[in-house]
């Protein structure tokens, strides 16, 4: 597949991509003051002071253990990183819709994007991700949805984007992964998929460094680019 330098300005050929992979966090949701606040609660309950929001937008990405994990720091053991995960858990449950909105834009772009067959696949439990979109009303726009929990790897790996290309009945150079982070960059080259990030996530400084093979500063961006 050739790639294109990443950049807001360029286009590119992505005539061929037949069905889109969207992660969630920071590319469809802006999740972070609830996520600020429920990390924290999780860490303020384990006898541990809170942390910036910046420190907590940099650790979303790779799942809910691995958020607690990196919040939490050095650790002694495993059984307090699992209740505080336990707690987080729960709290977050309860607290995921009271901030959480879509980023502007994203529901006229799902309208426009309606002749694709499209898919979400995120590091987020399935059931959280599921209750978000169906609570934010834009379930009906996703033919599948898997979650940190759907499978037995994790974005990057390949695992999740490549089942869904059996879902689509699509060939992976078909198919296009939009994400904020390099996870998600890097679960597209993993599955030979085409990688489009958004600027405007949690995960800016990854994209950076990992470079997609379009680069986006507004989901409206995407629909022309795709020739919508």
């Known amino acids: 597949m050739e790639r294109m330098a990443a950049s807001s300005t360029k286009t590119g050929n992505f005539s061929g991509v037949r069905g889109l992979i969207f ?8 999740s972070k003051t609830d996520l600020v606040h429920s990390v924290n609660a999780a860490l303020q309950n384990s006898g541990r002071e809170a942390i910036s929001a910046e420190a907590v937008a940099s650790f979303v990405g790779s799942g809910a253990d691995t958020l607690i994990k990196l919040a939490m720091g050095k650790v002694d053991a ?35 994007l309606v002749p694709y067959p499209m898919a979400v696949l995120t590091n987020k439990p399935v059931r959280f991700s599921r209750a978000i979109l169906t609570g934010l009303e834009i379930d009906h726009y996703f033919r599948f949805v898997y979650g940190g929990n759907s499978f037995e790897r994790k974005k990057p790996d390949p695992m999740g ?13 078909e198919l296009m992964i939009v994400g904020d982070s390099d996870v998600d960059v890097l679960t597209a080259r993993n599955a030979g998929m085409w990688a489009c990030g958004v600027t405007y996530g ?17 989901l409206v961006d995407l629909p022309p680019l795709l020739k919508i």
């Open 23 to 30: 992660d969630l966090d920071g590319t469809l949701i802006d």
């Open 78 to 112: 495993d059984a307090e990183v699992s209740k505080t995960l336990a707690f987080f858990l729960g709290y977050y449950r309860e607290h995921m819709l009271d901030n959480t909105v879509l980023y502007p834009g994203v529901l006229d772009v799902l309208q426009q």
């Open 161 to 173: 984007a490549l089942v869904l290309s059996r879902d689509f009945v699509l060939a992976p150079a």
């Open 202 to 218: 949690l995960g800016a400084d990854g994209l950076r460094q990992t470079p997609p093979d379009l680069l986006i500063d507004s």
